[in-house]
Nanobody, 116 residues
Framework: QVQVVESGGGLVQAGGSLRLSCAAS????????IGWYRQARRELVATIST????NYANSVKGRFTISRDNVKNTSYLQMNNLSPEDTAVYYC?????????????WGQGTQVTVSS
């Protein structure tokens, strides 16, 4: 059974930082691409490929960093210099590739609230 669990959200003041985690189990994590989305604008925030290539939305470039640890089966989203516009529920998408098929798995989301 595949499980994707986000954590690390919370309340932070503008200019502060948070680190979100996305822990996956039941899949071959190293063969999975990871994407972080936020619900407020249905925005794809950041992605990291199986090879470690990263991409970011323009709105977070220079402030957010996505990474992955294939030993811990976990992806991280380091968020710095947060602003109230970053307030949203953040979701992790794990896109797993197996036997020529693509499978998408989602976590339950973690709330990030940035106060001004």
């Amino acid at each position: 059974q595949v499980q994707v669990v986000e954590s690390g959200g919370g309340l932070v003041q503008a200019g502060g930082s948070l680190r979100l985690s996305c822990a996956a189990s039941g899949i071959t994590f190293s063969r999975s691409a990871i994407g972080w989305y936020r619900q407020a604008r249905r925005e794809l925030v950041a992605t990291i490929s199986t090879g470690g290539t990263t991409n970011y939305a323009n709105s977070v470039k220079g402030r957010f960093t996505i990474s992955r640890d294939n030993v811990k089966n976990t992806s991280y989203l380091q968020m710095n210099n947060l602003s109230p516009e970053d307030t949203a529920v953040y979701y992790c998408n794990v896109r797993s590739f197996s036997d020529g098929q693509v499978y998408n798995y989602w976590g339950q989301g973690t709330q990030v609230t940035v106060s001004s």
